[in-house]
């Protein structure tokens, strides 16, 4: 999914610097400029997968959360996407507005870079995480938990102290009459 969202900057800073799709609204930062500079999608990439990392794992833990819980996958990624989508939301908007002031520079550089970052969170924000990540997940089904199912995953990944002294209390054997008399 995070590849799709940078996908999705790459080719709409294409069509705006390269073709001049967004010349319309009259923004200098949105003007076409017949190409682009080599460095901007090399900055604005891990800066892209970073937000979309971030977007993505608070939603997906939530999700496996509900799901380890024993709700089945559908009311999961349903109760996942109402709970933290304001959250998501709110994020994206507030990261949006922050660099779209970006957008006003006097440096064509720092202009496409913000128009890739502004791009990118509100694709995610609006299209990727609320739309396009549960119907996936939806249309996958019990295959999001391959290879094992969520409550096996936290079974073994429990790490505690508490946890591992209940582990090895589970797998003793009780001693048998024959012992207990030795």
């Not at 799709?4 to 799709?21: E, K, N, R």
């Not at 608070?58 to 304001?86: D, Y």
């Not at 994020?91 to 660099?99: D, K, P, V, W």
Request: charged share 15%; hydrophobic share 50%; proline share 5%.
């Amino acid at each position: 999914s995070i590849g799709v969202t940078v996908t999705w900057a790459y080719g709409a800073a294409v069509l705006t610097y390269q073709h001049g799709w967004l010349e319309w609204t009259g923004l200098g930062g949105l003007a076409r400029t017949d190409s682009q500079m080599w460095l901007v999608p090399v900055i604005s990439l891990p800066i892209l997968v970073g937000i979309s990392l971030d977007y993505d794992i608070f939603l997906l833990a939530r999700v496996a959360e509900l799901r380890g819980k024993g709700a089945t996958t559908q009311q999961a990624i349903r109760h996942g996407v109402t709970s933290t989508g304001s959250i998501i939301s709110s994020a994206g908007l507030i990261m949006a507005i922050a660099f779209s002031g970006l957008l006003f520079s006097a440096n064509p550089t720092l202009d496409m870079v913000a128009f890739y970052l502004v791009f990118a969170v509100l694709a995610d924000t609006f299209v990727m995480r609320p739309l396009l990540v549960p119907a996936a997940m939806a249309l996958l089904g019990e295959a999001n938990w391959w290879p094992q199912a969520p409550s096996q995953r936290a079974e073994h990944t429990d790490a505690t102290p508490a946890a591992s002294s209940r582990r090895k209390s589970a797998t003793k054997k009780s001693p048998s009459v024959e012992e207990r008399r030795l």
